[in-house]
């Protein structure tokens, strides 16, 4: 049972930055694939970006592509969100999650954090 604890959210301005992080407690860390996804108010939740095990190759949705890069340290058991150029519709709660590699990025992780809210005033 992989147990996942995001933080680092908060209220920031439309513009600026913000770094999530999420440690798991897991100590084979490395053998999981990392993602984040977000829900706003009223809506679903929605892939936001994913890492291999290695951190190497990273995928994005189109919303938050350019302006969010998801990274990893395996030796701190941490996945990080830095989000630049913040917008409105981009507050939401945001959740990292994990899986064993296998099928697609976007889709079917298996373990989930609580969540750490992101508001980002106009």
């Known amino acids: 049972q992989v147990q996942l604890v995001e933080s680092g959210g908060g209220l920031v301005q439309a513009g600026g930055s913000m770094r999530l992080s999420c440690v798991a407690s897991e100590r084979t860390f490395s053998s999981y694939t990392m993602g984040w996804f977000r829900q706003a108010p009223g809506k679903e939740r929605e892939f936001v970006a994913a890492?291999?095990?290695?951190?190497?190759?990273?995928y994005y949705s189109d919303s938050v592509k350019g302006r969010f890069a998801i990274s990893r340290d395996n030796a701190r058991n941490t996945l990080y969100l830095q989000m630049n150029s913040l917008k409105p519709e981009d507050t939401a709660v945001y959740f990292c999650?994990?899986?064993?590699?296998?099928?697609?990025?976007?889709?079917?992780?298996?373990?989930w954090g609580q969540g750490t809210q992101v508001t980002v005033s106009s």
């Open positions: 999650a994990a899986k064993l590699p296998s099928g697609s990025y976007y889709a079917r992780y298996d373990y």
């Open positions: 890492c291999s095990w290695n951190g190497r190759r990273t």
